[in-house]
């Protein structure tokens, strides 16, 4: 007998935690998308351990599509994170004030 | 139900006793001589040519990039070949589709320069 | 040999996002094909694939057609929406290509991202699958996150893009694991069959918490208080274009998820998720239309506007009734129409001005100097803040009216307040522009492009006409508001 299904939610829970706790405590951009990142492979786990649980593949082709829209948001994040570090900004999440009242 | 593991116990322990031993036996049986070619990262392979602290073209990220998005559409065909059998000629023309609208991205970042090298 | 007829493949309910699709991947050939100044027939292409995906709209009124596993739906509901996104899509693709040479911002990639986004917007309003609901959102917000950065060397285009990218991911990531949980509690991913098991089972606290982190995902992208934070900024940074598109557009594609989420699938459970639905309306209500008082930037006053006008459309689901569906759907077609007509018109004057021209004290004066532009934008402005005979007093009035019928006063009483004190900001942006201008002697007027003054007459008629007969879009509303799953 393998890990029952609800210690593989815990964790997925703890890992969505840490990834959220991540995006508001951090400041450079790169960080907090790989905090995002995190949140989402949290996810992805969570629907892997339910489709097992409960014995039925749409969790898994829930991940499937989480993993490939993820990746597409990770090269356009990437392509907008390098466009702002190209033009010479500080790396820094509190200095993007240009717009504030 | 432990107990059955206790073998495997004994076979860690011979591991990280092995390992150790491994790392430090040399320092006393052998002596130890000091060269330039001995600080490279490999001592065998490829002679760096430059310190490995320096700044990389972002043509490699470009190209990562677009590995890891025609990379993942892989995960698609995976299932769609365990199954393709079944699904006959349907699923050639399904998957006929989704390759061609990869392709057509293909086209688009071809014809873009993405994938032309340091010009 | 697997049998595929049980997989209810139809492809005729997805025949509109198919035919944009085709569209966007053909555009993004063509502009590999002819020469650079030739770009405006790009334009000419999406609207004509934007047409013909309106036509394609046109068999799924009145239809029932659930397809590909119970994943989407072709209804009036979607269909309804589909008008309404097509529309919008079309007209912004109109106004595109001069405000874009304006900027030095002319390729082709711009019509692609904005077909994409189309896409997702109306598979989201055909979805009736966890899994759908995703796929709409991210393609959507994958391509709005693009076109808000679109003007790559205007840092504010930048920053805009790299708030929404992460503030974006970040609801993203909540919204899924809403939907992680509500398939763990009910063991389905399709609207069909949550609400079945909820409807025989009730509902447990994992449900619960799911449909919490789905309702905050969802409110992101709806742009309704608390989850606004992104919305001044990226309204403001992002090419004007591109936010006339996302204001009216993404807001469609969130409501008619809303809809069919809350009132079609979780309509037994309605005593649960009334008070945080309540809750985001009243707070979006409030934060909308206080903030925006304070704002200078016409942008900026928009997009709180918008913030409030959320809350308007969400009182119309609080009842849980089909009769306050069919509200928030006018109300929907409404806004589609006045916003859009408020942000063309701010994207006429930046064409002229500049990037200042988006600031207030920029618009002193308008009705001297471009007596079109200020007369279209005295209509929008008098619509949104709900003056009759404009459709934004309809839109209102039935919003207002299940909210009596079920007895739900406070956010009635909060909703007339708010819209009163609505009215100082929508009316000092006219009186602004009736204001002399202080140099002497009167500026040389200045024209307006033909298709920019053509649509703008034709969305302040319709502002007008749907004001003086509302009863016929109510009654369609009312037609795609009957849902089942």
């Given at each position: 007998m393998g890990v029952p299904a609800y210690e593989f939610l815990w964790l997925s829970g703890v890992l969505f935690t840490l990834g959220a706790i991540g995006v508001l405590i951090r400041r450079n951009p790169l960080v907090i998308f790989m905090c995002i990142e995190l949140m989402l492979n949290a996810v992805n786990l969570a629907f892997a351990a339910i489709s097992r649980y409960l014995n039925s593949l749409d969790g898994v082709a829930f991940a499937f599509l989480v993993i490939t829209v993820s990746a597409a948001e990770v090269v356009v994040g990437i392509a907008i994170i390098v466009q702002v570090y190209r033009a010479g900004r500080a790396m820094d999440v509190d200095e993007m004030d240009l717009m504030k009242e | 139900m432990l107990s059955d593991y206790f073998p495997l116990l004994i076979f860690l322990g011979a591991v990280v006793l092995f390992g150790l031993l491994a790392l430090f036996l040399p320092a006393f049986l052998a002596g130890s001589r000091q060269s330039a070619a001995k600080d490279l990262p490999y001592e065998c392979g490829i002679v760096p040519r430059s310190t490995a602290r320096r700044r990389f073209s972002v043509s490699f990220y470009l190209t990562a990039m677009l590995f890891i998005i025609f990379d993942v559409e892989a995960i698609f065909i995976y299932p769609w070949a365990v199954i393709l059998h079944g699904l006959r000629w349907f699923g050639i023309a399904e998957m006929g589709i989704f390759v061609a609208i990869l392709l057509v991205a293909l086209a688009y970042i071809w014809k873009k320069g993405a994938l032309e090298w340091g010009s | 040999?697997?049998?595929?007829?049980?997989?209810?493949?139809?492809?005729?309910?997805?025949?509109?996002?198919?035919?944009?699709?085709?569209?966007?991947?053909?555009?993004?050939?063509?502009?590999?094909?002819?020469?650079?100044?030739?770009?405006?027939?790009?334009?000419?292409?999406?609207?004509?694939?934007?047409?013909?995906?309106?036509?394609?709209?046109?068999?799924?009124?009145?239809?029932?057609?659930?397809?590909?596993?119970?994943?989407?739906?072709?209804?009036?509901?979607?269909?309804?929406?589909?008008?309404?996104?097509?529309?919008?899509?079309?007209?912004?693709?109109?106004?595109?290509?001069?405000?874009?040479?304006?900027?030095?911002?002319?390729?082709?990639?711009?019509?692609?991202?904005?077909?994409?986004?189309?896409?997702?917007?109306?598979?989201?309003?055909?979805?009736?699958?966890?899994?759908?609901?995703?796929?709409?959102?991210?393609?959507?917000?994958?391509?709005?996150?693009?076109?808000?950065?679109?003007?790559?060397?205007?840092?504010?285009?930048?920053?805009?893009?790299?708030?929404?990218?992460?503030?974006?991911?970040?609801?993203?990531?909540?919204?899924?694991?809403?939907?992680?949980?509500?398939?763990?509690?009910?063991?389905?991913?399709?609207?069909?069959?949550?609400?079945?098991?909820?409807?025989?089972?009730?509902?447990?606290?994992?449900?619960?918490?799911?449909?919490?982190?789905?309702?905050?995902?969802?409110?992101?992208?709806?742009?309704?208080?608390?989850?606004?934070?992104?919305?001044?900024?990226?309204?403001?940074?992002?090419?004007?274009?591109?936010?006339?598109?996302?204001?009216?557009?993404?807001?469609?594609?969130?409501?008619?998820?809303?809809?069919?989420?809350?009132?079609?699938?979780?309509?037994?459970?309605?005593?649960?998720?009334?008070?945080?639905?309540?809750?985001?309306?009243?707070?979006?209500?409030?934060?909308?239309?206080?903030?925006?008082?304070?704002?200078?930037?016409?942008?900026?006053?928009?997009?709180?506007?918008?913030?409030?006008?959320?809350?308007?459309?969400?009182?119309?689901?609080?009842?849980?009734?089909?009769?306050?569906?069919?509200?928030?759907?006018?109300?929907?077609?409404?806004?589609?129409?006045?916003?859009?007509?408020?942000?063309?018109?701010?994207?006429?004057?930046?064409?002229?001005?500049?990037?200042?021209?988006?600031?207030?004290?920029?618009?002193?004066?308008?009705?001297?100097?471009?007596?079109?532009?200020?007369?279209?934008?005295?209509?929008?402005?008098?619509?949104?803040?709900?003056?009759?005979?404009?459709?934004?007093?309809?839109?209102?009035?039935?919003?207002?009216?299940?909210?009596?019928?079920?007895?739900?006063?406070?956010?009635?009483?909060?909703?007339?307040?708010?819209?009163?004190i609505s009215f100082y900001y929508y009316l000092r942006v006219v009186v602004v522009m009736l204001t002399a201008p202080e140099e002497a002697g009167r500026p040389a007027r200045e024209p307006v492009s033909r298709v920019m003054g053509a649509i703008l007459v034709f969305c302040s008629i319709a502002t007008i006409v749907l004001g003086v007969f509302p009863t016929v879009v109510f009654d369609w509303a009312r037609t795609a508001a009957a849902l089942h799953l």
């Open positions: - | - | 040999m697997i049998d595929t007829s049980r997989l209810g493949i139809d492809y005729g309910v997805l025949l509109p996002e198919l035919v944009v699709t085709a569209t966007a991947l053909l555009v993004l050939v063509l502009d590999l094909l002819i020469p650079p100044g030739r770009r405006r027939w790009l334009a000419a292409v999406s609207a004509l694939g934007l047409l013909l995906a309106l036509l394609a709209t046109v068999p799924l009124w009145g239809a029932d057609r659930s397809a590909f596993s119970g994943t989407v739906i072709g209804d009036s509901f979607a269909a309804f929406f589909d008008v309404i996104l097509l529309s919008t899509g079309l007209l912004t693709v109109l106004i595109s290509p001069r405000f874009l040479r304006s900027l030095g911002l002319e390729y082709g990639e711009y019509y692609v991202l904005t077909l994409a986004a189309m896409a997702g917007m109306m598979l989201l309003a055909a979805a009736t699958s966890l899994m759908t609901i995703f796929l709409g959102i991210e393609l959507l917000s994958i391509a709005l996150y693009v076109l808000a950065g679109f003007a790559r060397r205007n840092l504010r285009s930048q920053e805009s893009a790299l708030k929404y990218l992460l503030l974006g991911g970040f609801a993203s990531g909540f919204l899924l694991y809403g939907m992680a949980l509500i398939y763990g509690a009910t063991g389905a991913t399709t609207l069909h069959g949550i609400a079945q098991f909820v409807g025989a089972s009730g509902s447990s606290v994992l449900l619960l918490v799911g449909i919490g982190f789905l309702v905050v995902g969802l409110a992101f992208k709806a742009s309704a208080a608390p989850f606004h934070m992104w919305t001044p900024d990226v309204y403001q940074g992002a090419p004007t274009v591109v936010t006339t598109f996302m204001s009216v557009a993404t807001k469609a594609a969130a409501f008619a998820v809303i809809g069919r989420v809350f009132v079609a699938a979780f309509p037994t459970i309605r005593a649960d998720w009334y008070f945080p639905l309540a809750f985001v309306a009243i707070v979006s209500l409030g934060i909308g239309n206080f903030v925006a008082i304070t704002q200078s930037n016409l942008k900026r006053l928009l997009a709180y506007s918008g913030i409030a006008q959320a809350g308007y459309i969400l009182l119309g689901i609080l009842p849980g009734s089909s009769e306050g569906l069919a509200a928030s759907l006018f109300y929907v077609a409404a806004y589609a129409v006045m916003n859009f007509g408020a942000f063309a018109v701010v994207t006429a004057v930046e064409t002229r001005v500049g990037e200042g021209g988006t600031e207030i004290p920029a618009w002193t004066g308008l009705f001297y100097r471009q007596p079109l532009l200020a007369t279209t934008m005295t209509v929008f402005m008098l619509s949104l803040a709900g003056i009759p005979p404009t459709v934004g007093f309809f839109a209102k009035l039935f919003v207002f009216r299940p909210l009596v019928e079920a007895q739900l006063w406070a956010p009635l009483a909060v909703a007339i307040v708010t819209t009163v």
